[in-house]
T-cell receptor, first 113, second 114 residues
Framework: SQQGEEDPQALSIQEGENATMNCSYK?????LQWYRQNSGRGLVHLIL?????REKHSGRLRVTLDTSKKSSSLLITASRAADTASYFC?????????????FGQGTILTVHP | GAGVSQSPSNKVTEKGKDVELRCDPI?????LYWYRQSLGQGLEFLIY????????KSGLPSDRFSAERTGGSVSTLTIQRTQQEDSAVYLC????????????FGPGTRLTVL
C-alpha cells in the first residue's frame, strides 16, 4: 500500500503562478523526499527534508513538514512551462534502515505558457 | 557513466515469453533498487541489492520474477512466462551506500505484454 497520499491529483496553472502540492503519510518517518517525473519515465530527486526540520528551500522550491499532522507540502514559486511533470513524495518504508522508498500516488502538474 | 542506464528502453513481448531487463547503476553506488510503475498500482518497490546480495525481495510479485546483480554493478531483472498484468514501466535506482537516502533513477524500461 502507498505510504503517501497526495493532493491534488492534478493541478493546472498559468506560467508565473505558484503551485502547491500536499502529501500525507501514515507512519513515523525520519525524512521525506520529493521527486519529479517527466513523461512517465525516470524520477529526479528534488529535495529531502528531515523529521527535525520544518521548512526547507531549494531555488524555487519550498518544502514544509508537519510531523504532528504527518503531512508535507511542496511549493513551486513562479512556475514555468518546464515545471510540467508529475511530482511524488516518498518516505523510507517502515522499519527499514536502508533507502527502500514508498511513494505517494503523485500530483500531475501542468503549467500553461 | 554519468547516470543510471537501463536497457532496453521499450520491450514488447508476447504472453508466456521470458524477458530480461538490465540496469547499470552509477559507478561506485553499492545500493541498487528495482521499482515498478503501473497505472493501477503507482510506484512499487520490488527488490533491493546491497552489493551482490538481495536482503529484501519482499516486493517481487510472484516467483516468476527474479533478479541478480554481479560484480556489485550491473543488475538484471528477469520475468518468466510474462503475463499481461506485468505490463508496466520498470525503474532502477541506485544510491551511494546503504542508508543513503537520495536515489538516482534510470529512465526505465517500458514493458508491454501482448
Amino acid at each position: 500500500s502507498q505510504q503517501g497520499e497526495e493532493d491534488p491529483q492534478a493541478l493546472s496553472i498559468q506560467e508565473g503562478e505558484n503551485a502547491t502540492m500536499n502529501c500525507s503519510y501514515k507512519t513515523s518517518i525520519n525524512n521525506l523526499q520529493w521527486y519529479r517525473q517527466n513523461s512517465g519515465r525516470g524520477l529526479v530527486h528534488l529535495i529531502l527534508i528531515r523529521s527535525n526540520e520544518r521548512e526547507k528551500h531549494s531555488g524555487r522550491l519550498r518544502v514544509t513538514l508537519d510531523t504532528s499532522k504527518k503531512s508535507s507540502s511542496l511549493l513551486i514559486t513562479a512556475s514555468r512551462a518546464a515545471d510540467t511533470a508529475s511530482y511524488f513524495c516518498a518516505t523510507p518504508a517502515g522499519g527499514t534502515s536502508y533507502g527502500k522508498l514508498t511513494f505517494g500516488q503523485g500530483t500531475i502538474l501542468t503549467v500553461h505558457p | 557513466g554519468a547516470g543510471v542506464s537501463q536497457s532496453p528502453s521499450n520491450k514488447v513481448t508476447e504472453k508466456g515469453k521470458d524477458v530480461e531487463l538490465r540496469c547499470d547503476p552509477i559507478s561506485g553506488h553499492t545500493a541498487l533498487y528495482w521499482y515498478r510503475q503501473s497505472l493501477g498500482q503507482g510506484l512499487e518497490f520490488l527488490i533491493y541489492f546491497q552489493g551482490n546480495s538481495a536482503p529484501d525481495k519482499s516486493g517481487l510479485p510472484s516467483d516468476r520474477f527474479s533478479a541478480e546483480r554481479t560484480g556489485g554493478s550491473v543488475s538484471t531483472l528477469t520475468i518468466q512466462r510474462t503475463q499481461q498484468e506485468d505490463s508496466a514501466v520498470y525503474l532502477c535506482a541506485s544510491s551511494r551506500y546503504r542508508g543513503e537516502t537520495e536515489q538516482f533513477f534510470g529512465p526505465g524500461t517500458r514493458l508491454t505484454v501482448l
